[in-house]
Protein backbone atom coordinates (compact mmCIF):
# COMPACT_ATOMS: atom_id res chain seq x y z
CA UNK A 1 0.00 0.00 0.00
CA UNK A 2 1.16 3.58 -0.76
CA UNK A 3 1.71 6.04 1.92
CA UNK A 4 -1.41 8.04 2.52
CA UNK A 5 -0.90 11.43 1.53
CA UNK A 6 -4.73 13.04 1.86
CA UNK A 7 -6.95 13.44 5.32
CA UNK A 8 -9.36 15.66 6.06
CA UNK A 9 -8.78 18.57 8.79
CA UNK A 10 -11.32 20.14 10.82
CA UNK A 11 -11.69 22.93 13.09
CA UNK A 12 -14.39 22.84 15.64
CA UNK A 13 -14.72 26.37 16.56
CA UNK A 14 -17.33 27.94 18.89
CA UNK A 15 -19.86 29.21 16.41
CA UNK A 16 -18.35 27.46 13.09
CA UNK A 17 -16.91 24.11 12.50
CA UNK A 18 -14.91 24.40 9.16
CA UNK A 19 -13.74 21.14 7.29
CA UNK A 20 -11.16 20.12 4.54
CA UNK A 21 -9.77 17.61 2.16
CA UNK A 22 -6.25 18.58 2.28
CA UNK A 23 -3.56 16.67 0.47
CA UNK A 24 0.41 17.19 1.14
CA UNK A 25 -0.55 21.10 3.12
CA UNK A 26 -2.83 22.07 0.34
CA UNK A 27 -6.60 22.40 0.40
CA UNK A 28 -8.10 20.48 -2.55
CA UNK A 29 -11.91 20.60 -1.38
CA UNK A 30 -13.58 22.15 1.69
CA UNK A 31 -16.86 20.92 3.37
CA UNK A 32 -20.32 22.79 4.48
CA UNK A 33 -19.68 24.83 8.01
CA UNK A 34 -21.60 23.08 10.55
CA UNK A 35 -23.01 25.71 13.42
CA UNK A 36 -21.74 23.63 16.88
CA UNK A 37 -24.98 26.00 18.73
CA UNK A 38 -27.48 24.36 16.65
CA UNK A 39 -27.11 21.29 17.81
CA UNK A 40 -28.60 19.81 21.59
CA UNK A 41 -25.59 17.89 22.55
CA UNK A 42 -22.29 15.62 21.65
CA UNK A 43 -24.37 13.22 20.02
CA UNK A 44 -26.15 15.18 17.42
CA UNK A 45 -23.14 17.23 16.83
CA UNK A 46 -20.90 13.69 15.95
CA UNK A 47 -23.65 12.61 13.83
CA UNK A 48 -23.47 15.54 11.54
CA UNK A 49 -19.50 15.46 11.48
CA UNK A 50 -19.65 11.63 10.55
CA UNK A 51 -22.34 13.17 7.70
CA UNK A 52 -19.78 16.09 6.76
CA UNK A 53 -17.28 13.31 6.28
CA UNK A 54 -19.12 10.86 4.57
CA UNK A 55 -19.69 12.99 1.89
CA UNK A 56 -16.39 14.86 1.32
CA UNK A 57 -15.34 10.94 0.80
CA UNK A 58 -17.43 10.25 -2.11
CA UNK A 59 -15.30 12.69 -3.93
CA UNK A 60 -11.99 11.95 -2.26
CA UNK A 61 -11.99 8.03 -1.45
CA UNK A 62 -8.49 8.08 -0.96
CA UNK A 63 -8.93 10.27 1.92
CA UNK A 64 -6.89 8.30 5.13
CA UNK A 65 -7.58 10.00 8.32
CA UNK A 66 -9.37 12.73 10.28
CA UNK A 67 -8.13 15.22 12.33
CA UNK A 68 -9.72 17.70 14.44
CA UNK A 69 -8.77 20.90 16.36
CA UNK A 70 -10.93 21.73 19.74
CA UNK A 71 -11.32 24.73 21.47
CA UNK A 72 -10.91 23.78 25.39
CA UNK A 73 -9.50 20.90 27.03
CA UNK A 74 -8.52 17.70 25.32
CA UNK A 75 -6.57 14.85 25.82
CA UNK A 76 -5.18 14.18 22.49
CA UNK A 77 -3.07 10.62 23.71
CA UNK A 78 -6.06 8.92 24.65
CA UNK A 79 -8.60 10.63 22.01
CA UNK A 80 -10.95 11.94 24.96
CA UNK A 81 -12.61 15.91 24.73
CA UNK A 82 -12.60 16.74 28.59
CA UNK A 83 -14.66 19.96 27.72
CA UNK A 84 -15.20 22.74 25.40
CA UNK A 85 -15.35 27.02 25.69
CA UNK A 86 -18.41 28.03 25.05
CA UNK A 87 -19.90 24.60 23.39
CA UNK A 88 -22.38 23.00 26.31
CA UNK A 89 -22.59 19.49 26.56
CA UNK A 90 -18.73 17.97 26.29
CA UNK A 91 -17.85 16.53 29.10
CA UNK A 92 -15.25 13.43 28.71
CA UNK A 93 -16.45 12.94 25.47
CA UNK A 94 -14.29 9.82 23.49
CA UNK A 95 -14.68 11.44 20.16
CA UNK A 96 -12.01 9.41 18.44
CA UNK A 97 -13.08 6.26 19.29
CA UNK A 98 -17.08 7.19 17.95
CA UNK A 99 -16.44 8.53 15.16
CA UNK A 100 -14.10 5.94 14.27
CA UNK A 101 -16.53 3.10 14.62
CA UNK A 102 -18.90 5.76 12.65
CA UNK A 103 -16.79 6.05 9.40
CA UNK A 104 -13.51 3.46 9.81
CA UNK A 105 -11.45 6.12 9.34
CA UNK A 106 -7.85 7.19 11.80
CA UNK A 107 -9.22 10.02 13.98
CA UNK A 108 -7.42 12.31 15.89
CA UNK A 109 -8.13 15.09 18.42
CA UNK A 110 -5.81 18.19 19.29
CA UNK A 111 -6.14 21.33 21.35
CA UNK A 112 -6.91 24.06 18.90
CA UNK A 113 -3.58 26.10 19.49
CA UNK A 114 -1.94 23.15 19.01
CA UNK A 115 -3.01 22.41 15.96
CA UNK A 116 -2.59 25.55 14.51
CA UNK A 117 1.01 25.72 15.62
CA UNK A 118 1.55 22.47 13.42
CA UNK A 119 0.28 23.73 10.49
CA UNK A 120 2.75 26.64 10.50
CA UNK A 121 5.24 23.95 11.15
CA UNK A 122 4.33 21.61 8.57
CA UNK A 123 3.47 23.61 6.19
CA UNK A 124 3.73 27.74 7.21
CA UNK A 125 5.84 30.12 8.49
CA UNK A 126 8.00 27.46 10.33
CA UNK A 127 8.55 25.05 7.82
CA UNK A 128 11.79 23.75 8.23
CA UNK A 129 12.13 24.27 11.68
CA UNK A 130 12.89 22.04 14.73
CA UNK A 131 12.31 23.92 17.99
CA UNK A 132 9.59 25.93 17.26
CA UNK A 133 7.40 28.27 19.35
CA UNK A 134 4.09 29.65 17.83
CA UNK A 135 2.32 31.66 19.29
CA UNK A 136 -1.69 33.72 18.65
CA UNK A 137 -2.05 37.70 19.34
CA UNK A 138 -5.89 38.32 20.02
CA UNK A 139 -8.26 38.80 22.80
CA UNK A 140 -5.71 36.73 24.58
CA UNK A 141 -2.36 35.21 24.09
CA UNK A 142 -2.15 31.73 23.09
CA UNK A 143 1.29 29.61 22.66
CA UNK A 144 2.41 25.78 21.78
CA UNK A 145 5.54 24.29 21.78
CA UNK A 146 7.18 21.67 18.97
CA UNK A 147 10.11 20.31 20.50
CA UNK A 148 12.66 18.00 18.16
CA UNK A 149 9.93 17.84 15.19
CA UNK A 150 6.95 17.14 17.50
CA UNK A 151 4.05 18.56 19.94
CA UNK A 152 5.14 19.07 23.16
CA UNK A 153 2.25 19.23 24.86
CA UNK A 154 3.42 18.37 28.71
CA UNK A 155 2.48 16.80 32.16
CA UNK A 156 -1.42 17.76 31.85
CA UNK A 157 -1.21 18.67 28.55
CA UNK A 158 -1.25 22.36 28.85
CA UNK A 159 1.92 23.30 27.91
CA UNK A 160 2.35 26.64 26.03
CA UNK A 161 0.55 28.92 28.13
CA UNK A 162 3.12 32.59 26.88
CA UNK A 163 0.28 34.43 27.90
CA UNK A 164 0.61 34.06 31.36
CA UNK A 165 4.62 34.79 31.85
CA UNK A 166 5.23 37.30 34.31
CA UNK A 167 7.27 39.79 32.66
CA UNK A 168 7.02 42.08 35.68
CA UNK A 169 6.27 39.90 39.08
CA UNK A 170 4.77 43.25 40.90
CA UNK A 171 3.19 44.24 37.44
CA UNK A 172 -0.42 44.64 36.19
CA UNK A 173 -2.70 42.06 37.69
CA UNK A 174 -4.25 39.41 36.52
CA UNK A 175 -6.01 35.91 36.78
CA UNK A 176 -4.87 33.50 39.10
CA UNK A 177 -3.17 36.33 41.80
CA UNK A 178 -0.46 36.05 38.75
CA UNK A 179 0.64 39.96 38.39
CA UNK A 180 2.56 40.91 35.18
CA UNK A 181 1.25 37.98 33.20
CA UNK A 182 1.97 39.02 29.46
CA UNK A 183 -1.99 39.22 28.31
CA UNK A 184 -2.39 41.65 30.47
CA UNK A 185 -0.42 43.70 28.91
CA UNK A 186 -0.86 42.82 24.70
CA UNK A 187 -4.00 41.59 24.64
CA UNK A 188 -6.57 43.16 22.05
CA UNK A 189 -8.87 44.64 25.07
CA UNK A 190 -5.76 45.66 26.59
CA UNK A 191 -4.41 47.34 23.80
CA UNK A 192 -7.16 49.51 23.16
CA UNK A 193 -7.42 50.92 26.77
CA UNK A 194 -3.81 51.70 26.63
CA UNK A 195 -4.09 53.58 23.48
CA UNK A 196 -7.22 55.47 24.31
CA UNK A 197 -5.27 56.46 27.71
CA UNK A 198 -2.12 57.89 25.95
CA UNK A 199 -4.05 59.75 23.33
CA UNK A 200 -5.94 61.26 25.92
CA UNK A 201 -2.78 62.18 27.48
CA UNK A 202 -1.74 63.80 24.74
CA UNK A 203 -4.89 65.71 24.67
CA UNK A 204 -6.87 63.46 22.06
CA UNK A 205 -9.89 61.82 21.92
CA UNK A 206 -10.42 58.90 21.09
CA UNK A 207 -12.68 55.76 21.79
CA UNK A 208 -11.96 52.17 21.94
CA UNK A 209 -13.28 51.67 18.72
CA UNK A 210 -10.96 54.00 17.04
CA UNK A 211 -7.77 51.99 18.71
CA UNK A 212 -8.13 48.34 16.47
CA UNK A 213 -4.47 46.81 15.91
CA UNK A 214 -5.16 47.92 12.62
CA UNK A 215 -6.20 51.34 12.96
CA UNK A 216 -3.58 51.65 15.18
CA UNK A 217 -0.97 50.18 12.42
CA UNK A 218 -1.84 52.72 10.09
CA UNK A 219 -1.27 55.63 12.27
CA UNK A 220 2.12 54.23 13.27
CA UNK A 221 2.72 54.08 9.45
CA UNK A 222 1.81 57.85 9.27
CA UNK A 223 4.09 58.41 12.06
CA UNK A 224 1.96 59.31 14.59
CA UNK A 225 3.80 59.56 17.93
CA UNK A 226 1.36 57.81 20.59
CA UNK A 227 1.03 54.80 17.66
CA UNK A 228 4.81 54.72 16.99
CA UNK A 229 5.69 54.55 21.19
CA UNK A 230 2.44 52.15 21.74
CA UNK A 231 3.91 49.65 19.74
CA UNK A 232 7.30 50.11 20.24
CA UNK A 233 6.21 49.62 24.03
CA UNK A 234 4.15 46.31 23.18
CA UNK A 235 7.31 45.36 21.53
CA UNK A 236 9.58 45.50 24.54
CA UNK A 237 7.17 43.59 26.35
CA UNK A 238 6.34 41.00 24.06
CA UNK A 239 9.89 40.96 23.57
CA UNK A 240 10.99 40.19 27.43
CA UNK A 241 8.38 37.56 27.71
CA UNK A 242 9.91 35.89 24.46
CA UNK A 243 13.43 36.41 25.62
CA UNK A 244 12.57 34.22 28.57
CA UNK A 245 11.16 31.85 26.20
CA UNK A 246 14.80 31.77 24.35
CA UNK A 247 16.79 31.34 27.33
CA UNK A 248 14.77 28.70 28.46
CA UNK A 249 13.71 26.71 25.23
CA UNK A 250 16.85 28.06 22.90
CA UNK A 251 14.41 27.23 19.55
CA UNK A 252 15.17 28.05 15.98
CA UNK A 253 11.99 29.36 15.07
CA UNK A 254 9.26 31.96 16.78
CA UNK A 255 5.92 31.74 14.82
CA UNK A 256 3.72 34.74 15.80
CA UNK A 257 0.12 34.74 14.60
CA UNK A 258 -3.59 36.36 15.35
CA UNK A 259 -4.98 39.84 14.77
CA UNK A 260 -2.28 41.96 16.72
CA UNK A 261 0.39 40.23 14.37
CA UNK A 262 -1.13 41.22 11.39
CA UNK A 263 0.27 44.95 12.13
CA UNK A 264 3.87 43.65 10.68
CA UNK A 265 6.84 45.62 11.17
CA UNK A 266 5.59 48.20 13.64
CA UNK A 267 5.25 45.57 15.83
CA UNK A 268 7.88 42.64 14.69
CA UNK A 269 10.74 45.19 14.54
CA UNK A 270 10.78 46.66 18.46
CA UNK A 271 9.86 42.29 19.53
CA UNK A 272 13.10 41.49 17.39
CA UNK A 273 15.23 44.45 19.04
CA UNK A 274 13.72 43.31 22.52
CA UNK A 275 14.61 39.78 21.89
CA UNK A 276 18.39 40.57 20.59
CA UNK A 277 19.40 43.30 23.26
CA UNK A 278 18.20 40.57 26.07
CA UNK A 279 20.13 37.31 24.53
CA UNK A 280 23.41 36.09 24.13
CA UNK A 281 24.21 36.04 20.41
CA UNK A 282 24.38 32.73 20.46
CA UNK A 283 20.84 32.21 21.21
CA UNK A 284 19.56 34.73 18.90
CA UNK A 285 21.61 34.86 15.58
CA UNK A 286 19.98 32.02 14.21
CA UNK A 287 16.64 32.58 15.63
CA UNK A 288 14.03 33.46 13.47
CA UNK A 289 10.91 35.83 14.50
CA UNK A 290 8.21 35.62 11.65
CA UNK A 291 4.53 35.66 11.06
CA UNK A 292 2.32 32.96 10.67
CA UNK A 293 1.23 32.42 7.19
CA UNK A 294 -1.69 30.03 7.02
CA UNK A 295 -3.91 32.42 8.43
CA UNK A 296 -7.45 30.92 9.08
CA UNK A 297 -6.35 27.75 7.57
CA UNK A 298 -3.71 26.75 9.77
CA UNK A 299 -6.10 24.76 12.04
CA UNK A 300 -7.73 22.53 9.44
CA UNK A 301 -3.98 22.05 7.60
CA UNK A 302 -2.52 21.22 11.04
CA UNK A 303 -5.10 18.82 11.97
CA UNK A 304 -5.00 17.37 8.83
CA UNK A 305 -1.38 16.16 9.11
CA UNK A 306 -1.54 14.77 12.86
CA UNK A 307 -4.10 12.65 11.19
CA UNK A 308 -2.25 11.72 8.21
CA UNK A 309 0.86 11.12 10.46
CA UNK A 310 -1.35 8.75 12.69
CA UNK A 311 -2.69 6.93 9.87
CA UNK A 312 0.54 5.93 8.59
CA UNK B 1 24.71 -10.95 25.21
CA UNK B 2 23.05 -9.10 28.38
CA UNK B 3 22.58 -5.88 28.56
CA UNK B 4 25.31 -3.64 29.99
CA UNK B 5 24.96 -2.81 33.49
CA UNK B 6 28.37 -0.56 34.56
CA UNK B 7 30.17 2.18 33.05
CA UNK B 8 32.05 4.99 34.01
CA UNK B 9 30.90 8.35 35.08
CA UNK B 10 33.27 11.56 34.61
CA UNK B 11 32.41 15.06 36.60
CA UNK B 12 35.36 17.81 34.56
CA UNK B 13 35.59 20.41 36.87
CA UNK B 14 37.60 23.41 36.32
CA UNK B 15 39.69 22.48 39.40
CA UNK B 16 39.32 18.57 39.68
CA UNK B 17 37.99 15.53 37.42
CA UNK B 18 36.30 13.18 39.90
CA UNK B 19 35.25 9.94 38.25
CA UNK B 20 33.04 6.63 39.38
CA UNK B 21 32.47 3.72 38.54
CA UNK B 22 28.30 3.57 38.59
CA UNK B 23 26.25 0.20 38.74
CA UNK B 24 22.58 1.21 38.23
CA UNK B 25 22.64 4.61 40.20
CA UNK B 26 25.18 3.17 42.60
CA UNK B 27 28.80 4.11 43.30
CA UNK B 28 30.58 0.69 43.57
CA UNK B 29 34.55 2.53 42.98
CA UNK B 30 35.90 5.92 42.78
CA UNK B 31 38.86 6.82 40.71
CA UNK B 32 41.83 9.26 41.66
CA UNK B 33 40.75 12.86 41.45
CA UNK B 34 43.05 14.90 38.22
CA UNK B 35 43.76 18.46 38.74
CA UNK B 36 43.41 19.82 35.07
CA UNK B 37 44.98 22.68 35.61
CA UNK B 38 48.61 20.49 35.94
CA UNK B 39 48.42 19.85 32.50
CA UNK B 40 49.49 22.44 29.62
CA UNK B 41 47.04 21.48 27.29
CA UNK B 42 43.69 18.98 26.18
CA UNK B 43 46.45 16.17 24.56
CA UNK B 44 48.24 15.48 27.58
CA UNK B 45 45.17 15.72 30.06
CA UNK B 46 42.93 13.02 27.57
CA UNK B 47 46.03 10.56 28.13
CA UNK B 48 45.80 10.74 31.87
CA UNK B 49 41.73 10.56 31.72
CA UNK B 50 42.46 7.13 29.49
CA UNK B 51 44.80 5.70 31.64
CA UNK B 52 42.26 6.98 34.67
CA UNK B 53 40.19 4.44 32.72
CA UNK B 54 42.13 1.40 32.68
CA UNK B 55 42.94 1.54 35.82
CA UNK B 56 39.09 1.65 36.92
CA UNK B 57 38.51 -1.23 34.30
CA UNK B 58 41.45 -3.91 35.89
CA UNK B 59 38.73 -4.47 38.68
CA UNK B 60 35.84 -4.08 36.59
CA UNK B 61 36.49 -5.13 32.87
CA UNK B 62 32.75 -5.20 32.60
CA UNK B 63 32.15 -1.34 32.41
CA UNK B 64 30.10 -0.87 28.74
CA UNK B 65 30.86 2.85 28.43
CA UNK B 66 32.39 6.54 29.64
CA UNK B 67 30.38 9.49 30.23
CA UNK B 68 31.95 13.09 30.51
CA UNK B 69 29.99 15.84 31.93
CA UNK B 70 31.85 19.33 31.33
CA UNK B 71 31.43 22.79 32.05
CA UNK B 72 31.37 24.71 28.80
CA UNK B 73 30.28 24.55 25.60
CA UNK B 74 29.86 21.24 24.10
CA UNK B 75 28.46 19.21 21.07
CA UNK B 76 26.97 16.38 22.59
CA UNK B 77 25.33 15.00 19.55
CA UNK B 78 29.02 15.22 17.71
CA UNK B 79 31.11 14.84 20.37
CA UNK B 80 33.02 17.41 20.40
CA UNK B 81 34.22 20.14 23.09
CA UNK B 82 33.77 23.57 21.81
CA UNK B 83 35.53 25.49 24.60
CA UNK B 84 35.72 24.90 28.23
CA UNK B 85 35.03 27.17 31.37
CA UNK B 86 38.19 28.06 33.01
CA UNK B 87 40.26 25.24 31.41
CA UNK B 88 42.76 26.73 28.71
CA UNK B 89 43.67 24.66 25.67
CA UNK B 90 40.12 22.97 24.98
CA UNK B 91 38.61 24.37 21.73
CA UNK B 92 37.38 21.87 19.17
CA UNK B 93 38.69 19.17 20.91
CA UNK B 94 36.91 15.72 19.49
CA UNK B 95 36.98 14.00 22.81
CA UNK B 96 34.43 11.15 22.27
CA UNK B 97 36.03 9.50 19.39
CA UNK B 98 39.86 10.00 20.65
CA UNK B 99 38.56 8.16 23.93
CA UNK B 100 37.25 6.08 21.90
CA UNK B 101 40.04 5.22 19.63
CA UNK B 102 42.30 4.59 22.97
CA UNK B 103 39.70 2.97 25.30
CA UNK B 104 37.64 0.95 22.42
CA UNK B 105 34.78 1.85 24.53
CA UNK B 106 31.30 4.22 23.88
CA UNK B 107 32.29 7.78 24.98
CA UNK B 108 29.97 10.19 25.31
CA UNK B 109 29.92 13.70 27.19
CA UNK B 110 27.43 16.41 28.22
CA UNK B 111 27.27 19.92 29.61
CA UNK B 112 27.59 19.31 33.25
CA UNK B 113 24.32 20.84 34.41
CA UNK B 114 22.36 18.36 31.76
CA UNK B 115 24.46 15.62 32.86
CA UNK B 116 23.44 16.70 36.80
CA UNK B 117 19.71 17.11 36.08
CA UNK B 118 20.12 13.63 34.54
CA UNK B 119 21.24 12.10 37.29
CA UNK B 120 18.56 13.38 39.42
CA UNK B 121 16.01 12.40 37.05
CA UNK B 122 17.37 8.66 36.29
CA UNK B 123 18.37 7.83 40.06
CA UNK B 124 17.58 10.82 42.34
CA UNK B 125 15.16 13.35 43.31
CA UNK B 126 12.89 13.45 40.20
CA UNK B 127 12.63 9.76 39.59
CA UNK B 128 9.62 8.29 37.89
CA UNK B 129 8.88 11.58 36.20
CA UNK B 130 8.34 12.43 32.80
CA UNK B 131 9.08 16.55 32.33
CA UNK B 132 11.32 17.34 34.68
CA UNK B 133 12.85 21.26 35.25
CA UNK B 134 16.28 21.08 37.42
CA UNK B 135 17.51 24.18 38.47
CA UNK B 136 20.39 24.71 40.69
CA UNK B 137 21.54 27.84 42.63
CA UNK B 138 25.07 28.97 43.60
CA UNK B 139 27.19 31.73 42.41
CA UNK B 140 24.69 31.65 39.24
CA UNK B 141 21.39 29.96 38.61
CA UNK B 142 21.78 27.06 36.01
CA UNK B 143 19.17 24.94 34.39
CA UNK B 144 18.32 21.90 32.28
CA UNK B 145 14.87 20.15 30.60
CA UNK B 146 14.11 16.69 30.75
CA UNK B 147 11.29 16.49 28.55
CA UNK B 148 9.33 13.08 27.49
CA UNK B 149 12.35 11.35 28.86
CA UNK B 150 15.50 12.32 27.65
CA UNK B 151 17.26 15.89 28.03
CA UNK B 152 16.54 18.69 25.95
CA UNK B 153 19.10 20.62 24.67
CA UNK B 154 17.43 22.81 22.09
CA UNK B 155 19.01 24.30 19.18
CA UNK B 156 22.52 25.83 19.82
CA UNK B 157 22.23 23.11 22.53
CA UNK B 158 21.80 26.24 25.64
CA UNK B 159 18.31 25.10 26.59
CA UNK B 160 17.56 25.44 30.20
CA UNK B 161 18.78 28.81 31.01
CA UNK B 162 16.28 29.64 33.74
CA UNK B 163 18.48 32.34 35.45
CA UNK B 164 18.25 34.31 32.64
CA UNK B 165 14.43 34.68 32.24
CA UNK B 166 13.56 38.10 33.48
CA UNK B 167 11.15 38.86 36.55
CA UNK B 168 10.83 42.16 36.05
CA UNK B 169 11.68 43.75 32.73
CA UNK B 170 12.48 47.21 34.35
CA UNK B 171 14.31 45.17 37.29
CA UNK B 172 17.68 44.49 38.37
CA UNK B 173 20.57 44.92 35.48
CA UNK B 174 22.10 42.44 34.19
CA UNK B 175 24.26 41.08 31.72
CA UNK B 176 23.10 41.21 27.89
CA UNK B 177 20.87 44.31 28.73
CA UNK B 178 18.57 41.53 30.45
CA UNK B 179 17.42 44.12 33.26
CA UNK B 180 15.14 41.24 35.74
CA UNK B 181 16.93 38.47 35.17
CA UNK B 182 16.70 36.27 38.13
CA UNK B 183 20.12 35.58 39.03
CA UNK B 184 20.41 39.13 39.09
CA UNK B 185 18.36 38.21 42.68
CA UNK B 186 18.86 34.66 43.69
CA UNK B 187 22.78 34.46 42.99
CA UNK B 188 24.77 33.80 45.97
CA UNK B 189 26.48 36.79 46.23
CA UNK B 190 23.23 39.06 45.25
CA UNK B 191 21.66 37.28 48.60
CA UNK B 192 24.58 38.17 50.75
CA UNK B 193 24.26 42.07 49.82
CA UNK B 194 21.09 41.99 49.85
CA UNK B 195 21.16 40.69 53.55
CA UNK B 196 24.03 42.90 54.20
CA UNK B 197 21.84 45.81 53.31
CA UNK B 198 18.86 44.43 55.05
CA UNK B 199 20.24 44.20 58.67
CA UNK B 200 21.58 47.71 58.05
CA UNK B 201 18.21 48.98 57.15
CA UNK B 202 17.31 47.53 60.51
CA UNK B 203 20.34 48.86 62.39
CA UNK B 204 22.74 45.90 62.81
CA UNK B 205 25.88 45.72 61.05
CA UNK B 206 26.82 42.16 59.19
CA UNK B 207 29.56 41.83 56.94
CA UNK B 208 28.89 39.59 53.32
CA UNK B 209 30.76 36.93 55.75
CA UNK B 210 28.18 36.55 57.93
CA UNK B 211 25.35 36.20 55.52
CA UNK B 212 26.30 33.23 53.39
CA UNK B 213 23.10 30.78 53.26
CA UNK B 214 23.54 28.78 55.56
CA UNK B 215 24.01 31.15 58.07
CA UNK B 216 20.69 32.96 56.62
CA UNK B 217 18.85 29.68 57.15
CA UNK B 218 20.51 29.47 60.95
CA UNK B 219 18.67 32.98 61.37
CA UNK B 220 15.68 32.33 60.16
CA UNK B 221 15.41 29.14 61.77
CA UNK B 222 15.83 31.26 65.32
CA UNK B 223 12.74 33.75 64.17
CA UNK B 224 15.08 36.66 62.73
CA UNK B 225 12.79 38.74 61.54
CA UNK B 226 15.18 40.02 58.72
CA UNK B 227 16.09 36.56 57.42
CA UNK B 228 12.49 35.28 57.46
CA UNK B 229 11.72 37.84 55.28
CA UNK B 230 14.75 37.71 52.87
CA UNK B 231 13.99 34.05 52.53
CA UNK B 232 10.34 34.65 51.74
CA UNK B 233 11.12 37.33 49.27
CA UNK B 234 13.79 35.36 47.45
CA UNK B 235 11.11 32.27 47.50
CA UNK B 236 8.40 35.13 45.39
CA UNK B 237 11.36 35.93 42.69
CA UNK B 238 12.06 32.06 42.44
CA UNK B 239 8.55 31.13 42.76
CA UNK B 240 8.41 33.83 39.79
CA UNK B 241 10.17 32.80 37.08
CA UNK B 242 9.75 28.71 38.31
CA UNK B 243 5.56 29.83 37.66
CA UNK B 244 6.48 30.86 33.90
CA UNK B 245 8.47 27.83 32.82
CA UNK B 246 5.20 26.01 34.74
CA UNK B 247 2.88 27.54 32.28
CA UNK B 248 5.39 27.34 29.43
CA UNK B 249 6.38 23.74 29.95
CA UNK B 250 3.63 22.46 32.17
CA UNK B 251 6.59 19.52 34.24
CA UNK B 252 5.49 17.47 36.62
CA UNK B 253 8.48 17.79 39.15
CA UNK B 254 11.34 20.44 39.36
CA UNK B 255 14.12 19.87 41.42
CA UNK B 256 15.90 22.18 42.78
CA UNK B 257 19.77 21.86 44.29
CA UNK B 258 22.51 23.88 45.02
CA UNK B 259 24.39 25.28 48.18
CA UNK B 260 21.54 27.42 48.43
CA UNK B 261 18.34 24.93 47.66
CA UNK B 262 20.24 23.20 51.27
CA UNK B 263 18.34 26.20 53.10
CA UNK B 264 15.15 23.72 52.61
CA UNK B 265 12.00 24.55 54.27
CA UNK B 266 12.94 28.38 54.91
CA UNK B 267 12.99 28.99 51.20
CA UNK B 268 10.84 26.02 49.43
CA UNK B 269 7.93 27.11 50.99
CA UNK B 270 7.57 30.60 49.79
CA UNK B 271 8.39 28.87 46.63
CA UNK B 272 5.67 26.71 46.38
CA UNK B 273 3.62 29.27 47.73
CA UNK B 274 4.51 31.79 44.97
CA UNK B 275 3.90 29.20 42.14
CA UNK B 276 0.55 28.03 43.62
CA UNK B 277 -0.50 31.60 44.09
CA UNK B 278 0.61 32.33 40.16
CA UNK B 279 -1.24 29.06 38.30
CA UNK B 280 -3.75 27.51 37.61
CA UNK B 281 -4.65 24.33 39.95
CA UNK B 282 -4.38 22.16 36.80
CA UNK B 283 -0.89 22.90 36.09
CA UNK B 284 0.42 22.60 40.32
CA UNK B 285 -2.25 19.95 41.55
CA UNK B 286 0.37 17.39 41.09
CA UNK B 287 3.40 19.28 40.54
CA UNK B 288 6.44 18.18 42.89
CA UNK B 289 8.62 21.15 43.83
CA UNK B 290 11.83 19.33 45.27
CA UNK B 291 15.36 19.55 46.42
CA UNK B 292 18.01 17.25 44.90
CA UNK B 293 19.63 14.20 46.40
CA UNK B 294 22.39 13.47 44.84
CA UNK B 295 24.78 16.29 46.25
CA UNK B 296 27.86 16.28 44.51
CA UNK B 297 27.75 12.69 42.77
CA UNK B 298 24.96 13.73 40.73
CA UNK B 299 27.22 14.62 37.50
CA UNK B 300 29.03 11.65 38.11
CA UNK B 301 25.55 9.31 38.25
CA UNK B 302 24.09 10.85 35.15
CA UNK B 303 27.17 11.01 33.27
CA UNK B 304 27.32 7.53 33.77
CA UNK B 305 23.64 6.70 33.06
CA UNK B 306 23.73 8.93 29.59
CA UNK B 307 27.04 6.27 28.51
CA UNK B 308 25.30 3.41 29.26
CA UNK B 309 22.25 4.20 27.15
CA UNK B 310 25.05 5.07 24.58
CA UNK B 311 25.95 1.83 24.78
CA UNK B 312 23.02 -0.72 24.81
Redesign the interface.
Known sequence: MSKPTTAIGIDFGGTSIKSAVVREGQIIARGEPIDPQAFAGSDALIEAMAALIAKLRVAHPEIAGVGIGLPGFVDSENGIVHSLTNVAGWDEVPLCQILHEKTGLTVTIENDANAMAYGEFKYGAAKGG??VICITLGTGVG?A?I??HKL???????????G????????RPGP?????GLEEYVGNQQIAERAVELYRAAGLTKTMEDCTPKALQQAALTGDAVAVGLWNQLG??LG?AL???V??????TIVIGGGVALAGDVLFQPIIREIK????A??HE??RVIPATLGNDAGIIGNAALALEAAE
Open positions: RHGLLNYRGAQLGAGEVHMSIDLNGYGNNGIETASVWLINPDSRTLLFQL
